[in-house]
């Protein structure tokens, strides 16, 4: 096991009616600024289960946080905070909106240009207070301090972390999730996956919590994730996906342990060039990243097709090919596809996808092996 | 699963060398208290790490906290934190170490008679900020918010719990624990292991993460605490038990769960009254709670027998029944004695052993169904 140094601070509120916490969550007197997306909220009853609960607090809204959160709305936000004296951040949404909000809260404290956050990797010494309530379980989000913000200026996706914006409370009420739509609940169960694959498949350094509590979580997002689309109102079905979906990102299993988030930083720019969801990106390129992968990972890939896909047959190597491909199998039954052609991008569309890998230099992977080139090859075995 | 809230903020600084970091850790200019025991810190090193890294920091030592910290141990410390202006706490040693000085911290800013927090239930409004050094992989008190303390004079061991007392740090360096005797790093291992019964075998509420992450808790306890003691220099096996012990009573495992503390609260009699080591109070209890409750815990024990020892063969009845042999094998495996009879104590002691259970009223169990009477069934099984 490595070393590692850690801390977790967010208060998890969780299940049924749990947003009428939220007047005992934040402090009291606090000007709010309530951020939410595209509206969901407005049709799911979520809307007004928090407008509800927070009669008589000073609230103001601040609607329209996209899908991929956008630098400039972000920053529309900053503005109307300042101008306001808002002294509270209230996400209510899934991962973007509370990703937007973490920027928010620093960006409103950033002296200077805040996209040097992710470009400069300037730090963030201070943040405005948030709180999040959890419509989605996907990101993992509100459980931990990591943000990802896109720029349309120029065409770009990057992310940045700072225990600064560690949201204060996490309010999560599975029945919230019962209406989400069919694929976003498929992104969400394929997302919190590979969010825990991306810190576990890579080579094992016997850290046996660690990698034990992985598998759990892989089971269960798996299992439940084959349920969660022909039962979707099952309470206990809602409850282990969010709180696995939670577990899957909040640094636990992380910790000790190398890591490999080479899917995460090569799907970016499928998002931003084709505008796939983030899932919808990953769901490509982890096959792509365990087969080219497959002599540094063999172990924990073998370690994979035992505890979650029950394989158990045949010489190392078909073990491997098996689970790589179950692996696969499992997004597409989750409904996502996994090629890069089911989108309409070709062979020769590979190298625009590669460019930020090459511009920045990126080393990719646990061993940092993962240049543009190499990217370029697991690019191309996924078209 | 049921709803719950909570957090943990402790900051853990796990791994080898760690011990250097405090520095770093404890606020500048602090005037720091730095306890511990009986002098097991000046014969492994552990003393002189800390003392060296705190050179230069004004620091005042406060020994002989005992195995099980006495309350009047406890006010004398905070005796000399009022006279010298103390203003932060350093525990440096294991759970019994660490206990006492969450008392500390509380009962110096305590207004009143401190053992109130006991007998009455009297809130804690504030406390010290307290940091850890931990010295023994056992009781997970570094990593939460519970103490037990004992009273020579009234003959009582109680426990209480705040947020307020939470360590803002815990340093865990698995090298430290190389040289603990034989018998206390039993006892951690046994004492760890039921730490995740008490929150696992009652009955199931379909928390599907919780239970498998109780069950890697297991499993890992199990498997290296078997190994430890012929292999005591294997860093791997330290730091996998040290983990395992803080994740078992860091309160993740027990959220959203129905618990059961019986073996915990039915042992405090054995310890006070013929001076047994907690963890061997438990090992002699939980057999006997498992055996009582069979058929309440039924579920749990047959999935226990599966998951940690390997039993799939026989009627539910039989494996219940193999589980049990096989969870009191493991602790005498261990080096512990599981009856009463072994440490002299009679079928006719057994009355004084359930006194505080009739006098308080207890009611026990995940069903609250363990009053003084069953209570002493339970023991009479034990003989």
Redesign the interface.
């Known amino acids: 096991?490595?070393?590692?140094?850690?801390?977790?601070?967010?208060?998890?509120?969780?299940?049924?009616?749990?947003i009428s916490?939220l007047p005992f969550l934040i402090p009291s007197g606090s000007k709010i600024l309530f951020v939410y997306g595209g509206g969901s909220i407005k049709k799911n009853g979520v809307y007004e289960q928090v407008t509800k609960t927070l009669q008589g607090w000073d609230v103001t809204e601040f609607a329209g946080i996209e899908a991929n959160p956008g630098y400039e709305t972000c920053m529309r936000a900053v503005h109307i905070i300042r101008e306001k004296g808002i002294d509270f951040l209230l996400a209510v949404g899934g991962g973007s909106v509370i990703d937007a909000v973490k920027f928010i809260a620093a960006a409103t404290c950033f002296d200077g240009d805040p996209w040097d956050i992710f470009t400069k990797g300037a730090s963030i010494e201070s943040a405005m207070p948030l709180g999040a309530v959890l419509t989605l379980a996907a990101t993992g989000s509100e459980m931990n301090e990591r943000f990802v913000i896109s720029r349309e200026s120029t065409n770009e996706k990057l992310s940045s972390a700072s225990p600064k914006v560690f949201p204060e409370f996490a309010v999560m009420d599975p029945e919230v999730t019962y209406t989400v739509p069919v694929h976003q609940v498929a992104n969400g169960v394929v997302d919190s996956f590979i969010h825990v694959i991306e810190q576990y498949l890579t080579y094992p350094v016997?850290?046996?919590?660690?990698d034990?509590?992985a598998?759990?979580?892989l089971?269960?997002i798996y299992?439940?994730g084959l349920k969660v689309l022909d039962d979707p109102y099952n309470y206990?079905i809602r409850?282990?996906l969010m709180?696995?979906a939670s577990?899957a990102l909040n640094s636990?299993i992380g910790?000790?342990v190398p890591q490999d988030w080479t899917s995460h930083r090569l799907g970016y720019a499928l998002t931003v060039q084709y505008g796939l969801d983030h899932a919808q990106t990953l769901a490509i390129l982890l096959p792509g990243v365990m087969q080219y992968m497959r002599k540094e990972k063999e172990q924990k890939i073998v370690r994979l097709g035992e505890v979650v896909f029950g394989i158990h047959e045949g010489s190392t190597g078909e073990k491997v090919q098996q689970t790589i491909e179950a692996t696969e199998g499992f997004f597409r039954r989750m409904g996502l596809k996994t090629h890069l052609s089911e989108y309409g991008i070709k062979d020769w569309d590979i190298d625009a996808l590669v460019e930020p890998v090459r511009q920045r230099g990126w080393k990719l992977g646990e061993h940092a092996n993962i240049d543009w080139q190499v990217a370029r090859d697991i690019f191309k075995l996924r078209v």
Do not use: C, H, Y
């Open positions: 096991m490595n070393n590692f140094e850690f801390s977790n601070p967010v208060k998890i509120v969780f299940g049924k009616g749990t916490r016997n850290a046996k919590v660690q034990a509590f598998e759990s979580l089971k269960v299992e439940e206990d409850a282990n709180w696995a577990n636990w910790q000790g």
